[in-house]
């Protein structure tokens, strides 16, 4: 079989072998092979060197932080510290009207996170009685405004406290004037009977002598 200069025979990703003007078998370098394989590693190096990086970033401690990260991290963990307290403080003021505590995070600069936000569930019941609708419209409102800095949420559950607390305290006292306007009644219906038991019929007497 002939074999023209021009024939190539892959034997790697780097080298070719090739027949040269006088036959004669060389080796030498692939340009394209070699180009292709030096992308790749630089592609590899740099995926090394990223994946260091992030590693490098999540562990890293405050010493290693710049000024700047270093101001986040305090200003993320106070917010965090504040969030806590506050929703703690509804908790503790609802008693058994609220639920459990949720929370919004926010990764710091050291790879920790932070509560930046909050909210805590609480129920308005209505009660079986104007008295027990009142009771727990008062525990809503102070869990409301427990926190000592009330958000404009806080202010908002809050009034809708007062207005439930409002209108049961009007059911009950419809009910105390209906109860009084019917006791009044009673009373008067007693009185008019024991009037008409006392009186008597008094039939005028024939005497005859």
Do not use: C, W
């Not at 290693?64 to 503790?92: F, I, M, N, P, T």
């Not at 102070?142 to 908002?156: I, L, N, T, V």
């Amino acid at each position: 079989m002939q074999i023209g200069s021009n024939t190539l025979y892959d034997i790697g990703s780097n080298y070719t072998i090739k027949l040269n003007e006088k036959q004669i078998l060389v080796v030498e370098d692939d340009p394209v092979s070699k180009e292709q394989a030096k992308t790749k590693e630089t592609a590899r190096k740099k995926e090394q060197e990223e994946k260091k990086a992030e590693e490098s970033k999540k562990s890293a401690s405050p010493e290693e932080l710049s000024e700047d990260e270093e101001r986040l991290v305090k200003d993320l963990a106070s917010r965090d510290s504040e969030v806590k307290a506050h929703e703690a403080a509804h908790q503790a003021a609802g008693g058994g009207l609220t639920g459990a505590a949720s929370y919004t995070y926010q990764q710091g600069p050291d790879g920790k996170m932070y509560a930046i936000g909050g909210e805590v569930s609480i129920s308005t019941p209505s009660g079986s009685t104007p008295e027990e609708a009142i009771k727990n419209a008062r525990i809503v409102a102070a869990a409301a405004m427990a926190a000592g800095d009330p958000s404009p949420q806080d202010f908002a559950v809050a009034s809708s406290a007062r207005v439930m607390e409002m209108q049961a305290q009007q059911q009950k006292s419809k009910e105390e004037l209906q109860k009084q306007e019917g006791q009044d009644v009673y009373d008067k219906e007693a009185s008019s009977s024991n009037t008409q038991d006392a009186k008597q019929d008094y039939s005028p007497f024939n005497i005859s002598a």
